[in-house]
């Protein structure tokens, strides 16, 4: 059984780049969610992609956007990147639809750094 | 409006000694609780976790306790060893009508051998 795994693992752009992030899921999962986690902060729900739609949505902007494939493997896309943008992205994946007791595992993250 | 609190940035023990980590929610909405840790460089991993309706959930040298009424769980380690070493996140959900994990700051747990 493989684990969630996330690429890259580093990242650096520029303030009004764009960047794409990648996330495969646990075997077996078919729901993705993706945490934003700032320097000292706790992870903070971004979205959630249940069998291929958005499922729920943190309180982040229209620029953080997001897709899941058939395979269940999903991208988190973020369009004009800020300063503020810089943090540890990590990917959780579980088994059931939302709400459910499904425990979410995490892949180890992208660590950004937007300049 | 941080609902999910984890109030001691590190705590210090020694091996063999208890390890207790405290975490108070504000939501009294929420009705299942878990604790992750995470290691440097890794992704948080799942540890234990309690529903809304027990009081207590033990595995192993981990045991969780959740005192309702006072919206306050706490994560205890017996014995404490030093590869428990890392940050712990206490997080938050609500069955059946949401979907996100809030997470607490998280408490660096450091065993001293």
């Known amino acids: 059984e493989t684990g969630v795994t996330q690429s890259p693992t580093h990242l650096i752009k520029t303030r009004g780049q764009q960047v794409t992030l990648r996330c495969s899921s646990q075997?077996?999962?078919?729901?993705v969610s993706w945490y934003q986690q700032a320097l000292g902060q706790g992870p903070q729900f971004i979205f959630q992609?249940?069998?291929?739609?958005?499922?729920g949505r943190g309180n982040f902007p229209p620029r953080f956007s997001g897709l899941q494939f058939p395979n269940y493997s999903s991208e988190l896309n973020v369009n004009a990147l800020e300063l503020d943008d810089s943090a540890l992205y990590l990917c959780?994946?579980?088994?059931?639809?939302?709400?459910?007791?499904?425990?979410?595992?995490f892949g180890a993250g992208t660590r950004l750094s937007v300049l | 409006d941080q609902q999910v609190k984890q109030n001691s940035p590190s705590l210090s023990v020694q091996e063999g000694r208890i390890s207790i980590l405290n975490c108070d929610y504000t939501?009294?909405?929420?009705?299942?609780f878990l604790w992750y840790k995470k290691y440097p460089a890794e992704g948080p991993t799942f540890l234990i976790s309690?529903?809304?309706?027990?009081d207590k959930n033990e595995d192993g040298r981990f045991t969780v306790f959740l005192n309702k009424s006072a919206k306050h769980l706490s994560l205890h380690i017996v014995p404490s060893q030093p590869g428990d070493s890392a940050v712990y996140f206490c997080a938050a959900k609500i069955l059946g009508s949401n979907y996100k994990l809030t997470f607490g700051k998280g408490t660096l747990l450091t065993v001293n051998p």
């Open positions: 959780a994946s579980s088994q059931g639809l939302a709400g459910a007791k499904n425990i979410q595992y």
């Open positions: 075997s077996g999962h078919n729901t």
């Open positions: 939501n009294s909405m929420f009705d299942y």
């Open positions: 309690i529903s809304s309706i027990k």
């Open positions: 992609y249940y069998r291929e739609e958005e499922n």
